[in-house]
């Protein structure tokens, strides 16, 4: 609204008056931007180096799945410093609004969520608190999807559960229980599928990429905070590099062993 962007002038005025800059920059409005969005910088927190790596492993589990996933949207940054309850985070940049999603886009959203929670498990072995917004968003998300959207192939287009709304207050109050017991359980099903298939998608892209995982946390824990340019650089270096070993290997393959020749010396 034109609200929030006067907010976000003032902010990025402040903020340049407080550096010394003698006129709003960029870099102004993009450390406002972070402000109004996320609450300020909390680098007084103190955070030891485990919860340091802990917190670059899962930011960069977010950035690697939207990299590997096609049809993502631009990563504009990812970073380890702490704002409000975050410890971290990372930032999408949509080309464009979007009014419709298809059931791919949710499908790829819900693996950006469970990104972090995947890396946190092959970086430290097991699960952590740090995902549980991630968690509660990829929930609400999947049950959107077969409750509302009919994107269930079992179920099929149907909604289930009217919304029971107070219209003066026009408030949500829940959702009326108008279907069946095996319908329920189903619809738990199928939230429950989707939610552990796009982990074990994201699972896989960490495993199988996971020198890039550890070159990604390394440069995310000394910079604290990696632009979308960088991350890309680094992802394709990294693309070139495998592609040049895979072509290696392929030739490797293709050549034929050569024939030994009998010198007289074979004792057979």
């Known amino acids: 609204s034109g609200a929030d962007l006067e907010n976000l002038v003032n902010e990025a005025a402040l903020w340049g008056a407080r550096v010394g800059h003698k006129a709003v920059k960029m870099d102004d ?19 030891t ?20 996933i096609p049809g993502s949207d631009p990563i504009h940054k990812a ?12 930032h999408f940049l949509p080309l464009d609004d979007r009014l419709t999603y298809s059931k791919s886009y949710c499908e790829a959203t819900i693996a ?17 608190t740090g995902a549980g917004d991630d968690i509660k968003k990829a929930t609400a998300l999947a049950k959107k999807m077969v409750c509302e959207w009919g994107m269930s ?9 009217d919304k029971d709304e107070n219209i003066f207050l026009g408030k949500e109050f829940g959702r009326s229980n108008n279907h ?16 552990e298939e796009q982990f074990q998608r994201c699972l896989k892209i960490l495993s199988d990429n996971e020198p890039l995982l550890q070159t990604l946390a390394n440069e995310l824990l000394n910079k604290e905070t990696l632009t979308g340019e960088e991350i ?29 020749k009998d010198n007289g010396n074979d004792k057979s």
């Not at 180096?49 to 590997?68: C, L, P």
């Not at 990104?115 to 072995?125: E, L, M, N, S």
């Not at 192939?153 to 559960?161: A, C, E, L, S, V």
């Not at 992802?235 to 290696?248: A, F, I, M």
């Open 29 to 47: 409005f993009e450390a406002a931007k972070d402000k109004v969005l996320m609450g300020r910088e909390r680098r007084s927190m103190v955070l």
């Open 153 to 161: 192939d079992k179920i099929g287009p149907m909604t289930i559960g």
């Open 232 to 260: 890309d650089d680094i992802y394709q270096r990294y693309l070139n590099g495998k592609l040049k070993k895979e072509e290696k290997k392929q030739k490797s393959k293709s050549k034929k062993p050569q024939d030994i």
């Open 180 to 195: 069946s017991e095996d319908l329920t359980k189903l619809v738990d099903s199928e939230i429950r599928n989707i939610i």
């Open 49 to 68: 180096d485990e919860q340091k790596r802990n917190t670059a492993y899962h930011e960069t589990g977010h950035v690697m799945v939207a990299k590997f």
């Open 79 to 90: 970073t380890i410093i702490p704002r409000g309850r975050s410890l971290g985070s990372t």
């Open 112 to 128: 950006h969520l469970l990104g972090g929670r995947a890396a946190d498990k092959i970086a430290t072995g097991e699960p952590t």
